[in-house]
Protein backbone atom coordinates (compact mmCIF):
# COMPACT_ATOMS: atom_id res chain seq x y z
CA UNK A 1 0.00 0.00 0.00
CA UNK A 2 1.26 3.65 -0.74
CA UNK A 3 2.32 6.01 1.41
CA UNK A 4 0.43 9.05 1.46
CA UNK A 5 2.65 12.00 0.63
CA UNK A 6 1.68 15.80 1.69
CA UNK A 7 3.47 19.38 0.89
CA UNK A 8 3.86 20.94 4.65
CA UNK A 9 5.97 23.94 3.31
CA UNK A 10 7.15 26.13 -0.04
CA UNK A 11 9.64 28.55 -0.92
CA UNK A 12 10.75 30.59 -4.02
CA UNK A 13 13.03 33.15 -5.53
CA UNK A 14 11.34 34.72 -8.56
CA UNK A 15 11.60 37.08 -11.15
CA UNK A 16 8.01 38.08 -9.62
CA UNK A 17 9.31 38.27 -6.21
CA UNK A 18 11.68 37.07 -3.82
CA UNK A 19 9.09 35.41 -1.29
CA UNK A 20 5.93 32.54 -2.14
CA UNK A 21 3.30 35.20 -1.26
CA UNK A 22 5.06 37.65 -3.48
CA UNK A 23 5.18 35.48 -6.18
CA UNK A 24 1.71 34.17 -5.94
CA UNK A 25 0.01 37.50 -6.16
CA UNK A 26 1.98 38.83 -8.73
CA UNK A 27 0.66 35.97 -10.76
CA UNK A 28 -3.04 36.63 -10.06
CA UNK A 29 -2.21 40.33 -10.80
CA UNK A 30 -1.02 38.99 -13.76
CA UNK A 31 2.35 41.15 -13.62
CA UNK A 32 5.36 40.48 -16.16
CA UNK A 33 8.76 39.89 -14.96
CA UNK A 34 10.75 40.62 -18.64
CA UNK A 35 12.89 43.60 -19.27
CA UNK A 36 16.27 44.89 -20.26
CA UNK A 37 18.62 43.09 -18.85
CA UNK A 38 20.57 44.99 -15.63
CA UNK A 39 23.36 42.45 -15.11
CA UNK A 40 25.26 43.00 -17.93
CA UNK A 41 25.85 44.84 -21.39
CA UNK A 42 23.56 42.71 -23.63
CA UNK A 43 23.00 45.39 -26.42
CA UNK A 44 24.95 42.85 -29.01
CA UNK A 45 22.68 40.10 -28.55
CA UNK A 46 19.84 39.08 -30.41
CA UNK A 47 18.00 39.15 -27.50
CA UNK A 48 18.78 42.47 -24.70
CA UNK A 49 15.82 41.15 -22.19
CA UNK A 50 15.00 38.33 -19.68
CA UNK A 51 13.65 38.20 -16.57
CA UNK A 52 15.78 38.32 -14.05
CA UNK A 53 15.67 38.14 -10.27
CA UNK A 54 15.65 41.26 -8.60
CA UNK A 55 16.52 43.05 -5.50
CA UNK A 56 17.80 39.43 -4.17
CA UNK A 57 19.92 39.77 -1.18
CA UNK A 58 21.68 36.54 -0.33
CA UNK A 59 22.78 38.04 3.31
CA UNK A 60 19.60 36.90 3.86
CA UNK A 61 19.94 33.49 4.18
CA UNK A 62 23.74 32.73 3.98
CA UNK A 63 26.45 34.13 6.02
CA UNK A 64 28.29 37.28 3.51
CA UNK A 65 31.74 34.74 3.26
CA UNK A 66 29.85 32.10 2.11
CA UNK A 67 27.74 33.86 -0.38
CA UNK A 68 30.87 34.79 -2.01
CA UNK A 69 31.86 31.37 -2.34
CA UNK A 70 28.59 30.18 -4.63
CA UNK A 71 27.26 30.79 -7.74
CA UNK A 72 23.71 32.86 -7.62
CA UNK A 73 22.21 29.42 -8.84
CA UNK A 74 23.24 27.71 -5.21
CA UNK A 75 22.26 31.24 -3.63
CA UNK A 76 18.79 30.96 -4.91
CA UNK A 77 18.19 27.22 -3.73
CA UNK A 78 19.58 28.04 -0.39
CA UNK A 79 17.52 30.70 0.13
CA UNK A 80 14.08 29.09 -1.15
CA UNK A 81 14.88 26.20 1.06
CA UNK A 82 14.84 28.33 3.92
CA UNK A 83 12.08 29.50 3.07
CA UNK A 84 10.02 26.84 2.43
CA UNK A 85 12.17 25.19 5.76
CA UNK A 86 10.56 28.61 7.69
CA UNK A 87 7.11 27.80 6.07
CA UNK A 88 7.04 24.20 6.97
CA UNK A 89 7.69 24.73 10.71
CA UNK A 90 10.08 21.61 11.11
CA UNK A 91 11.65 21.45 13.95
CA UNK A 92 14.92 19.92 13.00
CA UNK A 93 16.36 19.48 16.78
CA UNK A 94 13.35 17.26 17.09
CA UNK A 95 13.36 15.53 14.29
CA UNK A 96 15.64 12.58 12.55
CA UNK A 97 18.08 13.90 10.78
CA UNK A 98 19.18 10.28 8.97
CA UNK A 99 15.49 10.39 7.09
CA UNK A 100 15.85 13.88 6.03
CA UNK A 101 16.85 14.27 2.44
CA UNK A 102 17.38 16.42 -0.11
CA UNK A 103 16.97 16.41 -3.94
CA UNK A 104 18.05 19.67 -5.69
CA UNK A 105 19.01 19.85 -9.21
CA UNK A 106 19.68 22.50 -11.76
CA UNK A 107 19.70 22.31 -15.62
CA UNK A 108 22.96 23.83 -16.15
CA UNK A 109 24.55 24.87 -13.01
CA UNK A 110 27.37 27.68 -12.37
CA UNK A 111 27.00 29.39 -15.72
CA UNK A 112 28.53 32.84 -14.67
CA UNK A 113 31.27 31.18 -12.40
CA UNK A 114 32.02 28.69 -15.53
CA UNK A 115 32.39 31.61 -17.85
CA UNK A 116 34.35 33.67 -15.37
CA UNK A 117 36.73 31.56 -14.47
CA UNK A 118 37.94 30.04 -18.00
CA UNK A 119 37.54 33.83 -19.84
CA UNK A 120 39.99 34.96 -16.86
CA UNK A 121 42.09 31.67 -18.04
CA UNK A 122 41.86 32.97 -21.73
CA UNK A 123 42.57 36.20 -21.58
CA UNK A 124 46.17 36.04 -18.84
CA UNK A 125 49.21 34.76 -19.45
CA UNK A 126 49.07 31.54 -20.14
CA UNK A 127 49.92 30.45 -16.52
CA UNK A 128 46.82 28.53 -14.87
CA UNK A 129 45.55 30.73 -12.06
CA UNK A 130 42.00 29.07 -10.59
CA UNK A 131 40.01 30.57 -8.03
CA UNK A 132 40.15 27.44 -5.65
CA UNK A 133 36.08 27.70 -5.34
CA UNK A 134 35.71 27.27 -9.15
CA UNK A 135 34.59 23.41 -9.22
CA UNK A 136 32.71 23.62 -5.80
CA UNK A 137 31.03 26.70 -7.03
CA UNK A 138 30.18 25.36 -10.23
CA UNK A 139 29.00 21.85 -9.81
CA UNK A 140 24.98 21.34 -9.33
CA UNK A 141 25.13 18.77 -6.67
CA UNK A 142 27.13 21.25 -4.38
CA UNK A 143 23.46 22.83 -3.69
CA UNK A 144 22.11 19.56 -1.83
CA UNK A 145 25.30 19.42 -0.44
CA UNK A 146 25.39 23.49 1.30
CA UNK A 147 21.39 22.63 2.43
CA UNK A 148 22.56 19.25 4.34
CA UNK A 149 25.55 21.32 5.67
CA UNK A 150 23.25 24.18 6.96
CA UNK A 151 20.88 22.03 8.40
CA UNK A 152 22.76 18.52 9.38
CA UNK A 153 20.76 16.46 7.22
CA UNK A 154 22.39 13.11 6.99
CA UNK A 155 19.51 11.63 4.80
CA UNK A 156 19.88 10.61 0.62
CA UNK A 157 21.45 13.94 -1.02
CA UNK A 158 21.81 14.72 -4.65
CA UNK A 159 20.75 16.30 -7.54
CA UNK A 160 18.69 15.09 -10.25
CA UNK A 161 19.21 16.36 -13.82
CA UNK A 162 16.98 16.36 -16.56
CA UNK A 163 17.24 19.90 -18.34
CA UNK A 164 13.97 22.25 -18.26
CA UNK A 165 12.40 19.13 -16.37
CA UNK A 166 15.01 18.96 -13.56
CA UNK A 167 13.19 20.10 -10.82
CA UNK A 168 10.08 18.18 -11.22
CA UNK A 169 12.00 15.26 -11.58
CA UNK A 170 13.99 16.10 -8.27
CA UNK A 171 10.31 16.20 -6.89
CA UNK A 172 9.85 12.88 -8.10
CA UNK A 173 12.81 11.30 -6.63
CA UNK A 174 11.95 12.95 -3.31
CA UNK A 175 8.42 11.65 -3.82
CA UNK A 176 10.07 8.31 -4.72
CA UNK A 177 12.35 8.15 -1.58
CA UNK A 178 9.37 8.80 0.79
CA UNK A 179 7.89 5.69 -0.72
CA UNK A 180 10.44 3.60 -0.68
CA UNK A 181 10.64 4.37 3.22
CA UNK A 182 14.37 5.94 3.23
CA UNK A 183 13.04 9.03 4.28
CA UNK A 184 10.41 10.70 6.22
CA UNK A 185 11.18 14.32 4.98
CA UNK A 186 12.64 15.55 1.62
CA UNK A 187 13.39 19.07 0.38
CA UNK A 188 12.88 18.94 -3.22
CA UNK A 189 13.15 21.24 -6.17
CA UNK A 190 16.03 23.08 -8.32
CA UNK A 191 16.99 26.74 -8.96
CA UNK A 192 19.00 28.53 -12.17
CA UNK A 193 20.80 31.09 -12.87
CA UNK A 194 21.47 31.29 -16.80
CA UNK A 195 21.19 34.88 -17.47
CA UNK A 196 24.61 35.50 -18.37
CA UNK A 197 26.78 36.33 -21.69
CA UNK A 198 26.88 32.60 -22.38
CA UNK A 199 23.30 31.64 -21.78
CA UNK A 200 21.99 34.56 -23.99
CA UNK A 201 24.44 33.82 -26.76
CA UNK A 202 23.70 29.73 -26.05
CA UNK A 203 20.28 30.20 -26.29
CA UNK A 204 19.80 32.43 -29.42
CA UNK A 205 22.50 30.43 -30.92
CA UNK A 206 19.43 27.82 -31.12
CA UNK A 207 16.71 30.45 -31.64
CA UNK A 208 14.86 29.33 -28.83
CA UNK A 209 14.81 33.10 -27.43
CA UNK A 210 12.27 35.48 -28.33
CA UNK A 211 13.99 38.58 -29.88
CA UNK A 212 10.97 41.03 -29.47
CA UNK A 213 13.25 43.87 -27.73
CA UNK A 214 11.20 46.49 -28.66
CA UNK A 215 8.79 45.26 -25.84
CA UNK A 216 10.04 42.55 -23.20
CA UNK A 217 7.34 42.75 -21.31
CA UNK A 218 4.70 41.07 -24.07
CA UNK A 219 7.62 38.94 -24.97
CA UNK A 220 6.62 35.43 -23.61
CA UNK A 221 3.52 34.62 -25.05
CA UNK A 222 1.99 31.29 -25.08
CA UNK A 223 -0.40 29.86 -27.44
CA UNK A 224 -0.67 33.30 -29.38
CA UNK A 225 0.01 33.25 -33.00
CA UNK A 226 2.69 35.56 -32.59
CA UNK A 227 5.06 34.07 -30.11
CA UNK A 228 8.44 34.09 -30.87
CA UNK A 229 10.27 32.11 -28.53
CA UNK A 230 10.61 31.88 -24.76
CA UNK A 231 12.19 34.53 -22.45
CA UNK A 232 14.88 33.15 -20.31
CA UNK A 233 14.28 33.54 -16.43
CA UNK A 234 15.79 32.45 -13.41
CA UNK A 235 15.20 31.74 -9.93
CA UNK A 236 14.85 28.77 -7.70
CA UNK A 237 11.94 27.05 -5.60
CA UNK A 238 11.83 24.18 -3.01
CA UNK A 239 8.93 21.85 -1.98
CA UNK A 240 8.45 20.16 1.79
CA UNK A 241 7.13 17.38 0.84
CA UNK A 242 6.07 14.79 3.91
CA UNK A 243 4.76 11.14 4.22
CA UNK A 244 1.23 11.94 5.93
CA UNK A 245 1.80 10.24 9.47
CA UNK A 246 4.83 11.96 10.15
CA UNK A 247 3.69 15.18 9.25
CA UNK A 248 0.34 14.59 11.16
CA UNK A 249 2.04 13.43 14.15
CA UNK A 250 3.79 17.17 13.96
CA UNK A 251 1.05 19.00 13.35
CA UNK A 252 2.13 20.67 10.78
CA UNK A 253 0.11 22.85 7.81
CA UNK A 254 -0.58 20.59 4.75
CA UNK A 255 -1.07 22.43 1.62
CA UNK A 256 -1.72 19.61 -0.84
CA UNK A 257 -1.15 15.78 -1.32
CA UNK A 258 0.67 14.69 -4.25
CA UNK A 259 -0.82 11.69 -5.50
CA UNK A 260 0.45 11.35 -9.18
CA UNK A 261 3.91 11.37 -11.14
CA UNK A 262 4.74 10.32 -14.40
CA UNK A 263 8.13 10.32 -16.67
CA UNK A 264 8.49 9.94 -20.12
CA UNK A 265 10.62 10.39 -23.03
CA UNK A 266 9.73 11.70 -26.83
CA UNK A 267 12.74 9.75 -28.00
CA UNK A 268 12.34 12.00 -31.06
CA UNK A 269 14.70 14.78 -31.39
CA UNK A 270 17.47 16.29 -28.98
CA UNK A 271 15.37 19.62 -28.97
CA UNK A 272 12.08 19.73 -30.79
CA UNK A 273 9.29 18.05 -29.38
CA UNK A 274 7.15 15.14 -31.24
CA UNK A 275 5.18 17.02 -32.84
CA UNK A 276 2.23 15.20 -32.20
CA UNK A 277 2.72 14.98 -28.50
CA UNK A 278 3.34 11.69 -28.17
CA UNK A 279 5.58 11.88 -25.38
CA UNK A 280 3.75 14.77 -23.52
CA UNK A 281 0.44 12.86 -23.73
CA UNK A 282 1.97 9.44 -22.09
CA UNK A 283 3.88 11.42 -19.33
CA UNK A 284 0.20 12.71 -18.34
CA UNK A 285 -1.75 9.72 -18.87
CA UNK A 286 1.00 7.56 -16.89
CA UNK A 287 0.62 10.75 -14.02
CA UNK A 288 -3.09 9.87 -13.87
CA UNK A 289 -2.64 6.05 -14.00
CA UNK A 290 -0.63 6.22 -11.10
CA UNK A 291 -3.20 8.44 -9.27
CA UNK A 292 -6.08 6.12 -10.24
CA UNK A 293 -7.96 9.41 -11.24
CA UNK A 294 -10.20 9.73 -14.26
CA UNK A 295 -9.05 12.70 -16.44
CA UNK A 296 -12.51 14.43 -16.13
CA UNK A 297 -11.39 14.99 -12.06
CA UNK A 298 -8.59 17.49 -13.32
CA UNK A 299 -9.79 20.67 -12.98
CA UNK A 300 -6.47 22.46 -13.94
CA UNK A 301 -3.22 22.38 -15.68
CA UNK A 302 0.32 24.34 -15.15
CA UNK A 303 1.36 23.64 -18.75
CA UNK A 304 5.19 23.72 -19.90
CA UNK A 305 3.73 26.78 -22.67
CA UNK A 306 6.90 28.03 -23.10
CA UNK A 307 6.09 30.31 -25.93
CA UNK A 308 7.68 28.64 -28.69
CA UNK A 309 6.38 28.08 -31.91
CA UNK A 310 6.77 23.94 -31.77
CA UNK A 311 5.93 23.32 -28.53
CA UNK A 312 3.19 24.76 -27.34
CA UNK A 313 1.40 23.08 -30.57
CA UNK A 314 2.55 19.97 -29.23
CA UNK A 315 1.28 20.00 -25.46
CA UNK A 316 -2.25 21.24 -27.20
CA UNK A 317 -2.44 18.00 -29.19
CA UNK A 318 -1.22 16.04 -26.36
CA UNK A 319 -3.73 17.59 -23.85
CA UNK A 320 -6.20 17.02 -26.67
CA UNK A 321 -5.42 13.44 -26.79
CA UNK A 322 -5.63 12.86 -22.94
CA UNK A 323 -8.54 14.93 -21.68
CA UNK A 324 -10.70 14.29 -24.95
CA UNK A 325 -13.67 16.13 -24.48
CA UNK A 326 -13.05 16.88 -20.76
CA UNK A 327 -9.96 19.20 -22.63
CA UNK A 328 -12.13 22.09 -23.77
CA UNK A 329 -13.73 22.29 -20.01
CA UNK A 330 -10.39 22.74 -17.92
CA UNK A 331 -9.06 25.41 -17.04
CA UNK A 332 -4.70 25.66 -18.14
CA UNK A 333 -2.33 28.69 -17.63
CA UNK A 334 1.29 29.10 -18.51
CA UNK A 335 2.96 31.46 -15.67
CA UNK A 336 5.79 31.02 -18.26
CA UNK A 337 4.01 33.97 -20.03
CA UNK A 338 4.87 35.99 -16.66
CA UNK A 339 8.04 34.21 -14.99
CA UNK A 340 9.75 33.75 -18.42
CA UNK A 341 11.35 30.19 -18.47
CA UNK A 342 13.22 29.62 -15.33
CA UNK A 343 15.02 26.23 -17.25
CA UNK A 344 15.95 23.69 -14.30
CA UNK A 345 13.94 25.55 -11.80
CA UNK A 346 10.51 25.67 -13.82
CA UNK A 347 8.75 22.90 -12.42
CA UNK A 348 9.66 23.66 -8.83
CA UNK A 349 8.38 27.09 -8.91
CA UNK A 350 5.23 25.66 -11.54
CA UNK A 351 4.55 23.15 -8.77
CA UNK A 352 3.75 26.01 -6.48
CA UNK A 353 1.62 27.71 -8.68
CA UNK A 354 -0.29 24.32 -9.20
CA UNK A 355 -0.37 23.37 -5.65
CA UNK A 356 -1.71 27.23 -4.51
CA UNK A 357 -4.38 26.86 -7.17
CA UNK A 358 -5.70 23.47 -5.36
CA UNK A 359 -5.43 25.43 -2.19
CA UNK A 360 -6.71 28.79 -3.04
CA UNK A 361 -9.69 27.63 -5.80
CA UNK A 362 -7.79 29.93 -8.14
CA UNK A 363 -6.20 29.40 -11.45
CA UNK A 364 -3.73 32.22 -12.57
CA UNK A 365 -3.60 33.33 -15.98
CA UNK A 366 -1.72 33.50 -19.10
CA UNK A 367 -0.83 37.11 -19.85
CA UNK A 368 0.03 38.31 -23.30
CA UNK A 369 -2.40 36.84 -25.91
CA UNK A 370 -3.45 38.85 -28.59
CA UNK A 371 -3.88 37.27 -32.06
CA UNK A 372 -5.57 33.49 -31.45
CA UNK A 373 -3.49 30.65 -33.07
CA UNK A 374 -6.49 27.80 -34.85
CA UNK A 375 -4.24 25.15 -33.37
CA UNK A 376 -4.45 26.04 -30.37
CA UNK A 377 -7.59 25.98 -29.38
CA UNK A 378 -7.87 25.21 -25.69
CA UNK A 379 -9.50 27.31 -22.51
CA UNK A 380 -6.02 28.57 -21.83
CA UNK A 381 -7.10 31.43 -19.13
CA UNK A 382 -6.53 34.37 -20.52
CA UNK A 383 -5.39 37.54 -19.04
CA UNK A 384 -7.10 37.35 -15.85
CA UNK A 385 -7.31 34.83 -13.10
CA UNK A 386 -10.39 32.16 -13.10
CA UNK A 387 -11.89 31.57 -9.38
CA UNK A 388 -13.04 27.71 -10.04
CA UNK A 389 -12.76 24.40 -7.64
CA UNK A 390 -9.76 22.89 -8.35
CA UNK A 391 -9.87 19.72 -6.48
CA UNK A 392 -6.82 18.19 -8.92
CA UNK A 393 -4.46 19.70 -10.53
CA UNK A 394 -1.08 18.83 -13.10
CA UNK A 395 1.97 20.83 -13.52
CA UNK A 396 3.81 19.56 -16.55
CA UNK A 397 7.42 20.25 -17.35
CA UNK A 398 9.62 19.13 -20.88
CA UNK A 399 13.15 19.42 -21.10
CA UNK A 400 15.74 19.30 -24.26
CA UNK A 401 16.42 15.85 -24.79
CA UNK A 402 13.24 14.60 -25.06
CA UNK A 403 12.13 14.46 -21.05
CA UNK A 404 8.66 14.69 -20.26
CA UNK A 405 7.59 15.10 -16.22
CA UNK A 406 4.55 15.40 -14.40
CA UNK A 407 2.86 16.01 -10.75
CA UNK A 408 -0.67 15.73 -9.92
CA UNK A 409 -1.32 17.53 -6.82
CA UNK A 410 -5.01 17.30 -5.16
CA UNK A 411 -6.77 18.96 -2.63
CA UNK A 412 -6.09 17.35 1.24
CA UNK A 413 -9.01 15.33 2.83
CA UNK A 414 -7.59 13.79 6.00
Given at each position: ???????????????????????????????????????????????????????????????????????????????????????????????????????????????????????????????????????????????????????????????????????????????????????????????????????????????????????????????????????????????????????????????AELV???????????????PDGN????????????????????????????????????????????????????????????????????????????????????????????????????????????????????????????HNAS????????
Amino acid sequence: MRKRIVVTGLGAITPLGNDVPTYWDSLLKGVSGAATIQRFDASKFKTTFACEVKDFDPTLYIDKKEARRMDPFCQYALAAADQAVVDSKINFSATDLNRVAVVMGSGIGGLQTFYEEVKSFVEGNGVPRFNPFFIPKMIIDIVPGHISIKYGLKGPNFSSIAACATSTNCIIDGYLLIQSGLADVVLAGGSEAAVTQPGIGGFNAMKALSERNDDPKTASRPFDLDRDGFVLGEGGGCLILEDLEYALSRGANIYAELVGIGMTADAYHITAPAPDGNGASRVMQTTLDYAKLPYTAIDYINVHGTSTPLGDIAETNSIKAVFKEHAAVLNISSTKSMTGHLLGAAGAIEAIATILAVKNDIVPPTINHFTDDPECDLNYTFHIPQQRTVNAAISNTFGFGGHNASLLFKKFIE
